[in-house]
């Protein structure tokens, strides 16, 4: 905490203006379709490097936490999700959006991510320290177990229609192994082809299936919505609806905070931990993905919780946890910085001075939201047709910029043909999406994890993070099963 | 029986999406043997290259199957309800129209390319009016100054850079 409280005194009115510009940035980035946090944080890199380090790093900070507030608002206006963690807030906010609830919609959402970044930032001040010491201690089993576990509930999610879930995640981790595979650097799938030897792109992927089909939806006239007849803020009351649903926030918050401590996890287990959590612990399940506000809050508030959270490990032991802490470390390897346990004490004020720059963020993407939500709520006045041609422009740059390919415009544009099928099919992408991360993630953790006990099964049974986390996925089947069974038993009496 | 042709739209199309996956899977499947990276003898079952992406594609294609012979099922039932309408190809035309776009950025660069697309989409569509190709040309010129000149990004070099010798005079 004294990290935090010394921070203030490193700001500067230069870092005020680069908070306040990154905030806005990222709010109208993260509401672009398909420019999502990693692509304006990579394209921002390299400007990032002729600043001072912490101004440099503020300001990758401030992209990256406010694109995921403004992801929410093309994903609760025009079903596509601004960035790909903000695929849940599809599920609920768009049907809220058609019931013409867009602006409690979007009230809910904003109080939920700023409740999640706040909470994200209190548990980075206050315990950072010793949360890094306990994600230190997980072993590759208990990576496992937690990819395991992610899988399965990713799977259940799908309610109603598991065969298509298990179909899609099984075509997602194929998908993820394409590539070179590491242990014995051998292809898997490319059939020599050589731009599939990198693996299929993620970025690409998500921008075809998201974006693409979606623009394909809008402009061929198959996506109808109704829109909110008054352009208006939300109100004091819809902004504080939030704290009608304490469990689910707070409980939703913790889980980012816990997920975006571990290394690999991040925002999308998060979000579907903690979707699945307030769904089964809600008293109408039933209206989850048709417009709950707990299913909004849940989604919104653990993918906000992660991106101060995935700090920690990056901070405290110099390990980034995903892509976009990875960008970050580059900051501070071309400034000397170490990031590690000894950052602490060689450069408090440094540390100091990045926790306020979070937190600040928080507040001017809050604020600079709110102000403009007249103007992004437009959005659902204007035509399907303009929003779904002014989506290709977007897409091609977006896909081109990840690697200066043009190939990568091209599998996008494959994966949005994908996509509009799996809509027309009301098959969900999602579990996809999810199979392509936490596939390797598996893959990678288990064969250490066998490596290391020879063989021998029972090293995640005798694990205690990685018993009680399969313990949970066996306890959620086994509930699953049952609901099922019970279900289909009074189906056919 | 359901007759409702939304329903019996939605059971068509995910009867041939399951069916191509099923069929992906098992030619995949086919294939692993030559394709699914390199094993050397002597690897524990663990560690096999081939152990994830098999896993993956026989579980993938087990459950799209049973979900194609589901659906396969009931679209026999709701046949009558089918109307058997071909004439929306919107998104193939579409996908056609996004390629030729990418081309067009590699030939004439990114900006015009994307003023002469948006155009043309909206002419497509029937957005004919003046503000619809004031609305596009303005979003081209947004994207150029937003992209390109502020954040700087790169694109492909144009055979004929069209940007290039306005600004040039």
């Keep these: 905490m004294s990290y935090f409280l010394n921070g203030f005194e490193q700001l500067t009115p230069l870092l005020i203006l680069v908070l306040i510009a990154g905030a806005a940035g990222g709010v109208i980035l993260g509401a672009i379709p398909g420019l999502g946090p990693a692509i304006a944080v990579a394209v921002l890199l390299p400007v990032s490097f002729t600043m001072d380090p912490v101004v440099g790093l503020s300001l990758l900070l401030g992209v990256y936490s406010a694109s995921i507030y403004g992801g929410a608002v093309p994903a609760i206006l025009i079903n596509t999700p601004g960035t790909a963690v903000n695929v849940l807030t599809t599920f609920d906010g768009y049907p809220m959006t058609r019931r013409g609830e867009a602006r409690r919609a979007l009230g809910l959402a904003y109080s939920a991510s700023f409740i999640g970044g706040m909470m994200s930032i209190l548990a980075l001040t206050m315990l950072s320290q010793p949360l890094a010491r306990i994600a230190a201690t997980f072993t590759s089993a ?51 082809i050589e731009f599939l030897r990198g693996g299929v792109p993620l970025v690409p992927t998500v921008l075809g ?44 918050a913790g889980f980012g905070v816990i997920m975006g401590v571990l290394p690999g996890v991040g925002e999308w287990m998060a979000q579907f931990f903690s979707y699945e959590l307030a769904k089964r612990g809600s008293k109408t399940p039933e209206k989850f993905g048709n417009g709950a506000p707990e299913g909004l809050i849940a989604a919104e508030a653990a993918n906000n919780a992660v991106p101060a959270s995935a700090m920690v490990p990056l901070l405290s032991l ?25 950052l602490f004490e060689s450069q408090p004020e440094f540390v100091g001075a990045l926790y306020v720059a979070m937190f600040l963020v928080n507040i001017f993407a809050v604020v600079f939201l709110y102000l403009i939500t007249p103007w992004l709520i437009r959005i659902c006045h204007l035509d ?25 415009c091209y599998i996008a544009l494959t994966f949005g043909l994908f996509g509009y099928a799996f809509k027309k099919a009301d098959l969900p992408v999602a579990p996809i999406l999810i199979g392509m991360i936490l596939g390797p993630i598996f893959e990678n953790r288990f064969r250490q994890a066998m490596s290391i006990a020879d063989g021998d099964w029972t090293i995640f049974v005798t694990r205690p993070v990685s018993l009680g986390l399969l313990s949970i996925a066996a306890l959620i089947l086994l509930a699953y099963l049952h609901t099922s069974f019970k279900e289909r038993a009074r189906n056919e009496s | 029986m359901n007759s409702d042709p939304q329903i019996a739209e939605k059971r068509r199309w995910r009867a041939a999406v399951a069916g191509a996956v099923f069929l992906f ?4 499947l086919y294939l692993a043997p030559d394709h699914s990276g390199r094993t050397p ?52 035309a579409l996908a056609a129209s996004f390629a030729a776009y990418v081309q067009l950025t590699l030939l004439i660069g990114y900006t015009p390319a994307t003023a002469v ?43 004929y850079d069209l940007v290039g010798m306005f600004r040039q005079g």
């Design chain 2, 41 to 92: 003898p002597g690897t524990a079952y663990y560690n096999a290259a081939w152990l994830l992406p098999v896993a993956a594609l026989l579980l993938a294609g087990v459950a799209a199957l049973v979900v194609a012979a589901k659906s396969l099922r009931a679209v026999r039932r709701d046949r009558s309800a089918l109307t058997f309408d071909l004439r929306k190809w919107g998104p193939a």
């Design chain 1, 142 to 192: 208990d990576y496992a177990a937690a990819a395991f576990l992610g899988l399965t509930l990713v799977t259940l999610a799908q309610r109603g229609d598991l065969l298509a879930g298990i179909m899609m995640l099984g075509l997602g981790v194929f998908l993820s192994s394409v590539g070179f595979e590491k242990v014995f650097i051998s292809q898997r799938f490319t059939m020599d």
């Design chain 2, 25 to 28: 899977c098992v030619a995949m």
């Design chain 1, 318 to 342: 110099g390990i980034p946890g995903e892509a976009l802490t990875a960008m970050m470390m580059s900051v501070f390897l071309v400034h000397n910085i170490i990031p590690g346990p000894t």
């Design chain 1, 209 to 252: 299936l998201f974006a693409i089909s979606q623009a394909f939806a809008l402009i061929a006239g198959d996506e109808t919505h109704v829109a909110e007849g008054k352009a208006r803020r939300s109100t004091l009351r819809e902004l504080l609806e939030v704290f009608h649903y304490p469990v689910t926030l707070f409980r939703s």
């Design chain 2, 117 to 159: 697309y948006i155009l043309a989409l909206f002419q497509a569509t029937g957005l004919r009016l003046w503000r619809h190709r004031a609305l596009a040309v303005a979003m081209a010129i947004a994207l150029q100054l937003l992209f390109l000149d502020l954040l700087d990004i790169w694109m492909p070099a144009p055979v």
């Design chain 1, 384 to 408: 399907q047709r303009i929003i779904g041609a002014a989506i290709f422009p977007l897409v091609l740059v977006g896909a081109y910029s990840i690697n200066y390919n043009i190939v990568d």
